[in-house]
């Protein structure tokens, strides 16, 4: 990657879920510039290692499912989840997990009624609101929710703010794993790649 800088052909480098370890042997090999982790209001793991070490690094974050892949995207997906929707494959979605995790999600719809919006904009103005070098990127596929999202940009949150909005989700009271079983092996936690000298 770092010959393909060298050489014109891509001017930056990112990367997606790569763990501590591997994040600090890219940067010494040439500068990233970005990486890609998942980061919401119910899927905050990388803030203990990860947030802090890209900052050290200069490295911006660009946070994936910012609304918790779609959780806090409207009462809609909490109270019936469509049956062909692949929704059903994670853990946070399934039966008892999603009923526990509801209240979770009122929580929030109350909170957004305080802040004038809606819960999709407030989840979103959350994750803005931790820092300029976080530039998270919502998926959508209508035209009204693009529009929303780009109006969370108008919510400016205190510091107090972002406390309350975060208090509302504590993490030990989100019920079930964040990817379904066998798939935590992809995430940052298992993607520690190995020294360029290793043998194994």
Not at 51 to 65: A, F, M, T
Request: hydrophobic share 35%; net charge negative.
């Amino acid at each position: 990657m770092k010959k393909l800088v060298e050489e014109g052909k891509i001017k930056y480098i990112g990367l997606s879920e790569a763990s501590p370890d591997t994040i600090r042997r890219a940067h010494g090999v040439h500068p990233i510039t970005a990486v890609q982790m998942e980061w919401s209001l119910w899927t905050r793991d990388i803030e203990e290692e990860i947030i802090p070490l890209c900052r050290e690094l200069g490295i911006g974050i660009v946070p994936y499912s910012p609304l918790g892949r779609g959780f806090f995207g409207g009462k809609a997906v909490v109270e019936s989840v469509p049956a062909d929707s692949i929704l059903h494959f994670f853990p946070r979605y399934k039966g008892e997990n999603l009923d526990r995790n509801k209240n979770i999600y009122f929580r929030i719809e109350n909170l957004a009624k305080k802040y004038k919006c809606t819960s999709a904009q407030l989840a979103l103005a959350w994750v803005l609101g931790q820092g300029d070098d976080v530039v998270p990127i919502p998926g959508t596929t209508k035209i009204k929710n693009l529009d929303d999202n780009i109006d969370s940009l108008r919510i400016k949150l205190t510091k107090e703010d972002l406390k309350e909005i975060s208090d509302a989700v504590p993490i030990e009271e989100v019920a079930g794993d964040r990817d379904p079983e066998g798939f935590d092996k992809a995430s940052w936690t298992f993607a520690n790649t190995p020294p360029k000298d290793c043998k194994v």
